[in-house]
């Protein structure tokens, strides 16, 4: 991946203001509401020392912190943004050119000899020059360089640069077609009535589109899925579950990915709408990460980036001796949060 800004400590010290700082800060404001309102009851129930009113509501509340969330998304969707608008249509077209230049071998060309009626007879272009060559020091010091140039590959280097370039290419692509299933199945009239379903339909459309995101990341199903119900994307569940740590979100990676109860039974707060679907965007990126690494050659992941992927040193917030940093700039967090961050949808 692109190594600018995102690879600086202060960013990621930014991003902790950002995402820890700022959230508590609004979780004080949650407390603050909570507390107005009970002290506006309390003054309703006297009835003889006038009224109260919350300047501000629960809504308001909410837009504000939608807002915190929105940075925050643009902070974590530097990490592709840059790489996007900078190194990688750079790259991609580069190595285009140059992996176009290395099929342009000699004994690919063909050029007509003969016809008779509607056949063609038709002779290498390296073959037919070698025919018309007398001299026999020339004819062997042509051959030499043309069979030189047809075996001719790029270096191990370039060949991993161009790989990279063709593989985030592909990734770009997954993001928009991520994007575009959030804004289907998240539409304006389920955000509006998301408070007001039940826990059943929340999870159905939770796991609805878990289930067309990872057609984005692995395809459709075959027969074989189909016939026995297998999730298409090497994620056989989605479970809720209440962590004490108050997290969002986990990546079993052994087939299943688990997020926080309360999105589907108090969608609110900090875990409204927009979050579920970052959570769910950011957990299915992981299991796919490890399908990558653990499948380099059906995913065509150049060596770099799988050794970028190998989760087995992961570092955890939950260990006391892990700083935010060193958990932030791991590269596997870095492109899911990435990766959710510009797949969000746009409304």
Same mark, same amino acid.
């Given at each position: 991946?692109?190594?600018?800004?995102?690879?600086?400590?202060?960013?990621?010290?930014?991003?902790?203001?950002?995402?820890?700082?700022?959230?508590?800060?609004?979780?004080?404001?949650?407390?603050?509401?909570?507390?107005?309102?009970?002290?506006?009851?309390?003054?309703?129930?006297?009835?003889?020392?006038?009224?109260?009113?919350?300047?501000?509501?629960?809504?308001?509340?909410?837009?504000?912190?939608?807002?915190?969330?929105?940075?925050?998304?643009?902070?974590?969707?530097?990490?592709?943004?840059?790489?996007?608008?900078?190194?990688?249509?750079?790259?991609?077209?580069?190595?285009?050119?140059?992996?176009?230049?290395?099929?342009?071998?000699?004994?690919?060309?063909?050029?007509?000899?003969?016809?008779?009626?509607?056949?063609?007879?038709?002779?290498?272009?390296?073959?037919?020059?070698?025919?018309?060559?007398?001299?026999?020091?020339?004819?062997?010091?042509?051959?030499?360089?043309?069979?030189?140039?047809?075996?001719? +590959?790029?270096? @191990?280097?370039? %060949?991993?640069?161009?790989?990279?370039? =063709?593989? /985030?290419? !592909?990734?770009?692509? &997954? *993001?928009?077609?991520?994007?575009?299933?959030?804004?289907?199945?998240?539409?304006?009239?389920?955000?509006?009535?998301?408070?007001?379903?039940?826990?059943?339909?929340?999870?159905?459309?939770?796991?609805?589109?878990?289930?067309?995101?990872?057609?984005?990341?692995?395809?459709?199903?075959?027969?074989?899925?189909?016939?026995?119900?297998?999730?298409?994307?090497?994620?056989?569940?989605?479970?809720?579950?209440?962590?004490?740590?108050?997290?969002?979100?986990?990546?079993?990676?052994?087939?299943?990915?688990?997020?926080?109860?309360?999105?589907?039974?108090?969608?609110?707060?900090?875990?409204?709408?927009?979050?579920?679907?970052?959570?769910?965007?950011?957990?299915?990126?992981?299991?796919?990460?490890?399908?990558?690494? +653990?499948?380099? @050659?059906?995913? %065509?992941?150049?060596?770099?980036?799988? =050794?970028? /992927?190998? !989760?087995?040193?992961? &570092? *955890?917030?939950?260990?006391?001796?892990?700083?935010?940093?060193?958990?932030?700039?791991?590269?596997?967090?870095?492109?899911?949060?990435?990766?959710?961050?510009?797949?969000?949808?746009?409304?």
């Amino acid at each position: 991946m692109a190594n600018l800004i995102t690879d600086s400590i202060e960013w990621a010290e930014l991003s902790e203001l950002l995402y820890i700082n700022a959230n508590q800060l609004i979780n004080y404001l949650y407390d603050a509401f909570d507390e107005a309102q009970e002290i506006e009851k309390y003054v309703a129930r006297q009835g003889d020392i006038g009224s109260a009113r919350i300047p501000v509501t629960m809504n308001e509340l909410e837009l504000l912190n939608e807002k915190r969330r929105k940075l925050v998304s643009f902070a974590n969707g530097i990490h592709y943004e840059i790489y996007d608008l900078v190194d990688n249509p750079f790259c991609l077209s580069l190595s285009k050119t140059i992996d176009k230049a290395y099929k342009l071998n000699p004994s690919d060309m063909k050029v007509v000899t003969d016809k008779f009626l509607l056949w063609e007879d038709k002779t290498s272009l390296a073959d037919l020059l070698v025919s018309t060559l007398i001299d026999k020091k020339l004819k062997k010091d042509f051959e030499g360089k043309y069979k030189a140039l047809d075996k001719d +590959k790029p270096s @191990k280097n370039l %060949s991993e640069a161009m790989k990279e370039a =063709k593989f /985030w290419n !592909n990734e770009f692509k &997954k *993001s928009e077609k991520c994007q575009k299933i959030a804004e289907e199945i998240f539409t304006q009239d389920v955000r509006d009535n998301w408070a007001t379903y039940s826990e059943k339909k929340r999870k159905s459309i939770i796991e609805k589109y878990v289930d067309m995101i990872g057609q984005v990341f692995y395809g459709d199903r075959n027969w074989w899925d189909k016939l026995w119900g297998n999730h298409p994307s090497n994620i056989d569940s989605v479970e809720y579950t209440l962590t004490k740590d108050g997290s969002f979100g986990l990546a079993t990676l052994n087939g299943s990915i688990e997020i926080n109860y309360r999105f589907v039974t108090d969608p609110s707060k900090n875990y409204s709408i927009d979050k579920v679907i970052d959570t769910l965007t950011h957990e299915t990126r992981h299991q796919y990460q490890q399908d990558v690494w +653990k499948n380099p @050659k059906k995913y %065509s992941v150049p060596d770099s980036l799988r =050794k970028e /992927w190998d !989760n087995s040193n992961y &570092k *955890s917030t939950k260990n006391p001796k892990v700083t935010y940093s060193d958990y932030y700039l791991q590269e596997v967090e870095r492109d899911a949060r990435a990766f959710a961050a510009v797949s969000r949808p746009s409304n």
